[in-house]
T-cell receptor, first 116, second 110 residues
Framework: GAVVSQHPSRVICKSGTSVKIECRSL??????MFWYRQFPKQSLMLMATSNEGSKATYEQGVEKDKFLINHASLTLSTLTVTSAHPEDSSFYIC????????????FGEGSRLTVL | DAKTTQPPSMDCAEGRAANLPCNHSTISGNEYVYWYRQIHSQGPQYIIH???NNETNEMASLIITEDRKSSTLILPHATLRDTAVYYC???????????FGKGTSLLVTP
């Protein structure tokens, strides 16, 4: 299947700092990418939909000014957690659409953020 | 998207077939059935998807009932590495996100 890579896989930061997570589609172009968050023992929750060259669409309850998403190219989307707090500690996962009408979504390995 | 119902957990002996059921009684005609799995602390992995015909690939088989209100994912010879949470998701088409439910936690035992 298509490969989606996330970086970093783990990050620890101090409260109040900002953290950027990158999501790359390695062998295909992705006009649409999705960002999810997963808390321990819970399912994945969609945060936002990212379309190349346009503003992201955020799900209800997700602060767009706190979770900045940039999808500047067909192979790269970034999620920046601004002024991170301990409650932002979570597993962040991106996914990218691989072509075709019934195109499967392929997921990155996830990025575990710990805010101290 | 239509909601799905899956048992919260299942056990399967190594080497046996694992049959994971999913109910999607409100599925509409243009919705596909997707199966993903998530091994602990990893991103979800695509397994298989279908519209109304049964599908098979190197990982699994997908059996969809004629009325499309339910489906079964079959792992023909389960291994310990198949221990994961399996998600059944229905989705209209490409361009839309996958909405994850709670899935089925499959434990494959020696």
């Amino acid at each position: 299947g298509a490969v989606v890579s996330q970086h970093p896989s783990r990050v620890i930061c101090k409260s109040g700092t900002s953290v950027k997570i990158e999501c790359r589609s390695l062998d295909f172009q992705a006009t649409t990418m999705f960002w999810y968050r997963q808390f321990p023992k819970q399912s994945l929750m969609l945060m936002a939909t990212s379309n190349e060259g346009s503003k992201a669409t955020y799900e209800q309850g997700v602060e767009k000014d706190k979770f900045l998403i940039n999808h500047a190219s067909l192979t790269l989307s970034t999620l920046t957690v601004t002024s991170a707090h301990p409650e932002d500690s979570s597993f962040y996962i991106c996914s990218a659409q691989a072509g075709g009408y019934t195109g499967e979504l392929f997921f990155g390995e996830g990025s575990r953020l710990t805010v101290l | 998207d239509a909601k799905t119902t899956q048992p919260p957990s299942m056990d399967c002996a190594e080497g046996r077939a694992a049959n994971l059921p999913c109910n999607h009684s409100t599925i509409s005609g243009n919705e596909y059935v997707y199966w993903y799995r998530q091994i602990h602390s990893q991103g979800p992995q695509y397994i298989i998807h279908g519209l109304k015909n049964n599908e098979t690939n190197e990982m699994a088989s997908l059996i969809i009932t004629e009325d499309r209100k339910s489906s079964t994912l079959i792992l023909p010879h389960a291994t310990l590495r198949d221990t994961a949470v399996y998600y059944c998701i229905v989705r209209v088409a490409s361009g839309y996100a996958l909405n994850f439910g709670k899935g089925t936690s499959l434990l494959v035992t020696p």
